[in-house]
């Protein structure tokens, strides 16, 4: 039996490794707007609604990019459409820095725009990898290895660029160029190392059977997102992927709320931001293992998913109060514990996919989910532009308020769509139940 265990624990957490690596690169590169956004603001004289704007090019591209990334991924291919992507994302990332004063306004909106295109297609091709290499019962702990990383990316980069960066916005720009090698780097081993577990060399015969110990067999026939979009699965993952606009919140509106409520800047915000995402990065890992473990005692797939994201809905609901909260480092542990409630949140929602649509929907379902979550924070991000100017950062409140509350709102409207949470066959037809 022991013997058996260590070869079924193979290749396939290799590949969680470039996982893991590549969404570490990926929001790395997506957060340092975010850290050095009090600066770059004075550097190129932004207003909030300026800066709204901008970061609702990238979520506009994200969108757009959802919905053509997941088709491609599945079209071409995890390996070549997660190539493709790394590679927009890390062009448009370094393109940052050639951005000058004189153009900064338009300048960041089209490198936004662009990096938000090539990001857009990191999810999808990490879902699909996970379909492909993980039986269902690991699905979601291994989805919540990677889906962690994007608090690793989150940590580096106020600790990167507080040691780089002056706080009158010198070298602003070595950051964004920084990703370029990373990336590069990635794709060399990627492009060496993934195959379809089938079709992989160092993958042992008894590593694969566990792989597919519980998956049915599919056909090589592709789904085309128009056919997926019509399924109530589709829409209760599209209801769920509103919350995105709440991590887009604490993500790219966190460092100027530091910097408006408690007076913290870009050099002294790597420890507010690390203890938030560590927080993010344990609340990941655990949501995935939560589950996991609820089917390992004998629940149902929808018992222990469901229950999972009520106890994450919980976890987010105290943060509603933050803006009423004067002491700095109780409002940061709160932020930090909803960000590990939505990490947490996010692993199972990601899970939900593979758990009722065949492998090869999975990157166009993943798609549309995500284009929702980035529309979401895209209207986010202008209202509250515009509201912060206008009523003097007093806006915090109501963001606040409702990135507390969303989530128990939004669980009720996922179990209306999907109560039972029936598997579909390749055909998008439900699988009968004994």
């Not at 990703?179 to 060399?188: F, I, Q």
């Not at 492998?359 to 993943?366: L, R």
Request: aromatic share 14%; charged share 15%; glycine share 10%.
């Amino acid at each position: 039996m022991n013997q058996l265990l260590n070869k079924t624990k193979g290749y396939r957490y290799r590949i969680l490794a470039m996982l893991f690596y590549a969404t570490s690169v990926n929001y790395f590169d997506r957060s340092l707007i975010g850290v050095m956004a009090p600066t770059l603001e004075k550097v190129f004289h932004w207003t909030n609604e300026d800066y709204g704007f901008i970061m609702a090019s990238f979520k506009l591209a994200y969108a757009i990019g959802m919905i053509g990334m997941g088709g491609i991924i599945d079209k071409l291919g995890t390996k070549l459409g997660y190539t493709i992507s790394i590679g927009t994302w890390s062009f448009f990332g370094m393109l940052h820095a050639a951005i000058r004063p004189a153009f900064g306004f338009w300048g960041f909106v089209v490198a936004r725009f662009g990096l938000g295109l090539g990001e857009s297609g990191s999810f999808p091709s990490s879902i699909k990898a996970v379909a492909e290499w993980f039986p269902k019962k690991e699905r979601a702990l291994a989805t919540g290895v990677f889906n962690a990383a994007t608090s690793v990316g989150a940590i580096s980069a106020p600790f990167i660029v507080g040691a780089i960066v002056s706080l009158d916005g010198r070298n602003w720009q070595i950051p964004f160029l920084i990703t370029g090698g990373l990336s590069s780097l990635w794709v060399l081993i990627w492009w060496r190392v993934y195959k379809k577990p089938e079709d992989h060399p160092k993958v042992t015969k008894e590593e694969l059977e566990y792989i597919h110990s519980d998956n049915e067999p599919e056909s090589e026939e592709k789904l085309p997102w128009k056919s997926v979009l019509p399924k109530r699965q589709t829409w209760a993952f599209m209801v769920a992927k509103i919350t995105d606009a709440v991590w887009w919140f604490y993500l790219f509106w966190g460092a100027n709320f530091l910097a408006y409520a408690y007076g913290v800047n870009i050099k002294n915000i790597a420890l507010p931001f690390f203890v938030l995402y560590i927080l993010a990065d344990s609340g990941s890992i655990f949501g995935g293992y939560l589950s996991g473990a609820f089917i390992k005692k004998g629940w149902t797939i929808n018992k222990a998913r469901k229950i999972t994201l009520l106890i994450c809905a919980l976890i987010i609901l105290p943060v509603s109060s933050v803006a009423f909260i004067h002491d700095k480092w109780l409002a940061i542990f709160l932020i930090g514990f909803a960000a590990a409630g939505h990490q947490a949140w996010s692993a199972n929602i990601f899970t939900l996919v593979s758990d009722v649509f065949p492998k090869k929907a999975t990157a166009s379902v993943v798609g549309i989910g995500g284009m929702v979550g980035a529309l979401a924070g895209i209207i986010s991000d202008l209202a509250l532009g515009s509201v912060l100017d206008k009523a003097d950062n007093h806006g915090y409140f109501w963001a606040f308020l409702i990135s507390g509350s969303l989530y128990l709102v939004i669980l009720g409207i996922v179990h209306l769509l999907m109560p039972k949470m029936i598997p579909l066959d390749e055909n998008l037809n439900p699988v009968a139940t004994k």
